[in-house]
């Protein structure tokens, strides 16, 4: 049985605002949850869910108004287990009077690595993030984009055991996303356990073993992405040309969505051998049928408009 | 103790690259000109006047750097997010105060020896020569540099506290009311009432005593500085800087970041 490597019991975050601060608001509230060793993990929500909020409870850059959370068995008070994580921020920026390479050597003097040792990870590490030809260049000179992987390499830098990624596709152009996607594989592959938060959900689905969805502040499902979205087919779908045009399928033309000369057509299962037998009968060429799964983003998606029309439903009553 | 070496390296490289420094081209630029024009206007008080200009430009550059930059040291890296990659990092936030603060003392120590070896060439180009008694300008110098450290540690506390703006209104208040101690303890007591006169007394030990840190009247004048002064005000220096980075690590090891 695989053990835990990030465990979250009953996390919860409240913010003071208002005049004299006597005005709560909720941020997280009673977040359980647990990232195995090994997998990588999706904490996905819309902007303001509370994922930024749970990493930076995490990593003890706020601290919680209740309940715990430890990472590889140790409490995230203890600072020494900080030897073994590596952080990336939502939307970094670093000294910025200060050259890629000297950034990631103060980094890693924070990891007690010799001055040798500094420098052989360093360069690796820039070459790693593709940023080796600018390594010389002040990072107040560099794009988002390249602030990002500098973030990335100070994160794996000291080549921790669990890493966690604020957004790290934010930023990048479609190379850098690639890139960014091949080192987190490439983390995996050696064993270590990455969790990410992110909006991008064709990201969460290509890469993460599981994802846990996060919406006002409250965790909504936790698991892979096909096991919490459901494996029941939707339905099929059939698409098809029609060489005689519409005339002699009007009501099956009228049914589908065209594109071009092209046809799309969804029908239940059951009713999949009738349809075809319509097309075929009106002179369509099939060129293809497929089953339709509810994707992530219409489970999300589902999930945010809940979370708003309860939230509504609140506002209504109260007033 | 590595992790504050290298904090206050990355501060001291930061004041560096920033151009903190160039503030001494000014200053050297100040101690020339007095120097010649001295030499043309004034008839036996070169000295006393290259002294006092010098050591006042040394404290006024000084306590600008300490209050403006100081101020900044921390708020400046939670709202820019730097300080995000750092604390996720094995270090504890009393070390990175610790860093900071020891990284802008280093900046206005090196700020500082430069410009007491202008002083002293300026010095040395009125008088041809320097004399035993010059080394009060030596201990005037260290009491700056001490005076320094302090306002630094105030200006931490605030900068971990509160706004920018406000850490500068504090830091400069203190400033200002820690060069009127004397004139608090000899105040008449009688016209007050027993609970004003114990608050007033209270109040002149807590604030911090600028006041013993200037001697520049007795150095321009070429007197000695008493060596029990000179432990005084180190130790007073020290124990005051503990106990206010003390505070700052304190209010800093509880707060949210943004």
Known sequence: ?319 | MRHIGAVALNTFREAVRDRVLYNLVFFALLMIAAAILVGQISIGIEEIVIVSLGLSAISFVGLLIAIFIGVGLVSKEMDKRTLYALLAKPVRRWEFVVGKFAGLVLTLTVNTAAMAVALFLALLYVKHSLERSDTAVLVAVYFIALKLALVVALALLFSCATTPLLSILYTAGLYIAGQFIQQMRTLRTDLMSPGLAAFMKWLSYVLPNFDNFDVVGAAAHGRGVPAALIWQNTAYAALYCAIVLLAAAAVFSRRNLK
Do not use: W
């Open chain 1, 1 to 319: 049985m695989a053990t835990a490597a990030i465990e979250i019991e009953n996390l919860s975050k409240e913010y003071p605002h208002g005049f004299l601060h006597l005005k709560k608001r909720t941020s997280l509230q009673g977040l359980s949850m647990q990232v195995e060793s090994g997998e990588v993990f999706g904490f996905l929500g819309p902007n303001g869910a509370g994922k930024s909020t749970t990493i930076k409870l995490l990593m003890r850059l706020i601290f919680p108004t209740s309940g715990t959370a430890r990472i590889l068995g140790r409490p995230i008070s203890d600072i020494g287990m900080h030897q073994d994580i590596g952080y990336l921020p939502e939307q970094p920026y670093f000294y910025d009077y200060l050259t890629a390479a000297e950034v990631l050597d103060y980094f890693a003097r924070f990891h007690d690595l010799s001055a040798a040792e500094r420098r052989v990870r360093v360069d690796r590490m820039l070459k790693k993030v593709g940023l080796e030809t600018a390594k010389k260049i002040q990072l107040r000179k560099y794009s988002k984009g390249m602030l990002q992987r500098v973030g990335l390499a100070q994160a794996i830098l000291h080549d921790p055991k669990v890493v966690i990624l604020d957004e790290p596709m934010s930023g990048l152009d479609p190379v850098g996303r690639r890139e960014v996607r091949d080192i987190i594989l490439e983390l995996k592959q050696a064993g270590k356990t990455v969790m990410f938060s992110t909006h991008i959900l064709s990201d969460a689905e290509m890469l993460c073993d599981r994802v846990g969805v996060i919406v006002g502040g409250k965790l909504r499902g936790v698991g892979a992405p096909e096991e919490i979205v459901g494996m029941k087919a939707e339905g099929m779908e059939i698409l098809f040309e029609l060489a005689a045009g519409e005339g002699k399928a009007g009501a099956l033309a009228a049914k589908a969505t065209r594109t071009g000369d092209r046809y799309r057509l969804q029908v239940k299962e059951e009713e999949l051998f009738a349809a075809l037998e319509q097309v075929r009968a009106a002179g369509g060429r099939i060129l293809s049928v497929t089953q339709v799964k509810a994707s992530l983003e219409e489970y999300f998606m589902n999930l945010v408009e809940a979370d708003r029309a309860q939230a509504s439903a609140i506002e209504v009553s109260t007033q």
